[in-house]
């Protein structure tokens, strides 16, 4: 095995803590605080990405050894390895909510790969850090198998996401309150290992400008530029605001990507918006089943819906906007800030019609006929509980050579995308299937022939995607000492465009049994 490399950039450039003891405090004018994993009795391996592990270089006999699992239990350290908690601040909700930080999240290195790639190793659940505030620093099985398995379910969608390497249980009981309701339970503990190269947030910029911190903050900038935007060459004024814009634009792409897939984040708060344009911490996300943009599973926001599906790509607009201040002292006008900010609105509604244009295997999107003919097929499949992923998926078997079948014939490749029966009426059919009649003549100036459409089409439109319920069935095996489903799912999560052969029951639409049970539809931030 090639020898596991680490190059701790982020501590040799920017401000460290200089206090050194693990309890709860403001920490000023640092990026970071060097903090240990506590020690777990019994580390016990449930599942680790084999692709993760490859980009690493880890060997499978590495991955399968007794070491591995200490080491991403926290009980042992590899050479080079240097633990540290990130402090950055955040809007929560819509208000600041001053320094949060790496509160169960410890960093154990930037490691190094043959292909001179990096990567930041950071475990999620390993214990109380100075940023801990009242919260005790560990996670719970069902979150950090929801983490696990969605991280690499995105990735294998082409959502750009940062990773995860394993899971493992920790031996330890975990007291939660899953909804909040005063009925708080033990439950296994466990830890995550995310791989990302970079975990930088808004929220890490902001916590500076909040203090008047300027130094700090241009440090940060710097080093992120230097780090994670390398292309855009020495750090100036002029580059800031190019790196701003990219940003923007990275941010877009991620949108408009949550949009085609149907992932709700659920706590989209400034804190966990990646400064490179990365889906980060999973906590209470979930996936659209009938397309419904006002669905959020975060029953935290049940009231206000701030993070709904179908607001997401307006958040990111806000969140942008209160980076867009946390620069600001180094940019000293505002204008050129507004200006980015008018950039991400036009590149993402540019973006997004280009993929809605992709979803239904159109070449290009033509102006206001084809914005009609999306606005009103979103619209007609919002009237009755309509599976999203099926739909899209199904609709290449919708026979488009004849215009003169009938609203039965054109709906019938579609029909395992309804959840209830009863709401096909007559009007809800004829509307859908007139709908059908016009998408049958778009696609006669479609310049692309129906193989190349259907290849298009399932290129964007996933068979597979990680279904709340299916994380939930995985949860409670592994609570049972079984994590042969989490294994099953992460294989099938790693094709999610392609027909797999046996595999069907994951591509179904959500059981009626999961309707409306905890972990399938409802969430909670407690993890
Ligand atoms: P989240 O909304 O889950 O991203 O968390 C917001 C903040 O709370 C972050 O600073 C987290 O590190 C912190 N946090 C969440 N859960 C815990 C926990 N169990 N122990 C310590 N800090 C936590
Ligand atoms: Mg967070």
Redesign the pocket.
């Known amino acids: 095995m090639h020898t596991i490399q680490f190059d701790n950039q982020f501590l040799k450039k920017l401000p460290a803590d200089c206090e050194s003891g693990n309890y709860v405090r403001q920490v000023h004018d640092a990026c970071y605080s060097m903090v240990e994993p506590i020690k777990v009795s019994q580390p016990q391996l449930v599942a680790y990405s084999s692709k993760v592990a490859e980009q690493l270089d880890f060997s499978s006999d590495f991955c399968d050894s007794d070491e591995f699992v200490e080491v991403f239990s926290g009980n042992k350290q590899l050479d080079g390895m240097q633990p540290y908690a990130m402090c ?1 601040g ?1 809007h ?1 909700f819509g208000n600041w909510a001053g320094q ?6 410890i960093n154990l290195g930037q490691l190094i790969n043959s292909k001179n790639e990096r990567y930041i190793l950071q475990l999620k659940g390993a214990g ?2 100075p ?3 009242s ?5 719970v099985l069902r979150s950090s198998v929801r983490e696990f398995l969605c991280s690499e379910a995105m990735y294998h969608l082409g959502v750009p996401t940062t990773r995860a390497l394993s899971v493992v249980l920790t031996g330890e009981q975990v007291v939660r309150d899953m909804f909040y309701d005063g009925n708080p339970e033990p439950e296994p503990g466990a830890i995550v290992c995310r791989v990302s190269p970079c975990f930088t947030r808004f929220g890490s910029f902001e916590i500076f400008t909040s203090r008047g911190q300027t130094g700090v903050l241009e440090q940060l900038v710097n080093y992120t530029i230097d780090n994670d935007f390398p292309a855009l060459g020495k750090p100036c004024r002029e580059v800031y605001l190019q790196w701003f814009r990219e940003v923007c634009e990275h941010t877009a792409r991620l949108m408009v990507d949550w949009m085609r897939v149907g992932f709700v984040h659920g ?1 989209m ?1 400034t ?2 918006m990646s400064i490179t344009g990365l889906t980060i ?1 999973y ?1 209470p996300y979930g996936w659209l089943e009938n397309y419904d943009p006002q669905w959020t599973p975060n029953t935290t926001d049940a009231q206000g819906k701030r993070y709904r599906y179908g607001h997401q790509p307006q958040i990111a607009q806000w969140n942008l906007f209160k980076l867009a201040n946390a620069i600001y002292p180094l940019i000293k006008q505002a204008q050129p800030l507004q200006e980015m900010l008018n950039h991400y609105a036009e590149f993402y509604n540019s973006s997004w019609q280009t993929m809605m244009a992709s979803k239904l295997g159109l070449v290009e999107f033509n102006g206001d006929e084809d914005e009609a003919l999306i606005m009103d097929l979103l619209n007609t499949l919002k009237l009755v509980e309509t599976d999203m992923t099926i739909f899209f998926r199904r609709l290449t078997e919708v026979d488009v050579s004849n215009p003169h079948q009938s609203d039965d014939e054109f709906l019938a490749p579609l029909i395992d995308a309804y959840y209830v029966e009863d709401q096909l009426t007559n009007t809800y059919k004829s509307k859908m299937a007139d709908w059908l009649r016009r998408y049958t003549q778009r696609l006669a100036t479609n310049s692309l022939s129906t193989s190349d459409r259907i290849k298009l089409m399932n290129s964007v439109n996933p068979k597979y995607v990680l279904r709340n319920y299916l994380a939930q069935l995985a949860i409670d095996k592994s609570a049972q000492g079984d994590h042969s489903l989490v294994n099953e799912i992460l294989e099938v999560m790693r094709n999610p465009y392609e027909a797999q052969p046996g595999k069907e029951k994951f591509a179904q639409k959500r059981p009626d049994w999961a309707r409306h049970r905890p972990g399938c539809s409802m969430l909670s ?1 407690s ?1």
Do not use: F, I, M
């Open positions: 950055y955040g929560q949060l930080g790496d509160g169960r999240a109380p850090t940023y801990s505030r919260a005790d620093g560990l996670a706590v708060n804190d966990n911490d906590g931030c993890s």
